[in-house]
């Protein structure tokens, strides 16, 4: 009965070290998009262009976030 409660509390854990992740990808889509603002105040002529380089690297960051929510629920509901 026990070894059911160690396998389940080390499921959460590693669930709860795979949602960190998250946290790195939200700081990472804030910087994608305050690069884009700095940029622009230094050169409104290539907003057209930077905008798709910062939409590009969000898509990027956003891309890790849901793998790591993948994983996170793998280990919750899979595994």
Sequence with gaps: MSRLYMLEGAKLIG??????????????I??????????????????????GYAILGFAL?????LFALMMAFLILFVF
């Design 15 to 28: 669930a709860g070290a795979a949602t960190i992740a998250l946290a790195g990808a939200a700081v990472g």
């Design 61 to 65: 960051t956003e891309a890790i976030a």
């Design 30 to 51: 804030g910087n994608v998009f305050s690069s884009l603002i700095h940029s622009v105040a230094r050169n409104p002529s290539l907003a057209k262009q930077l905008f």
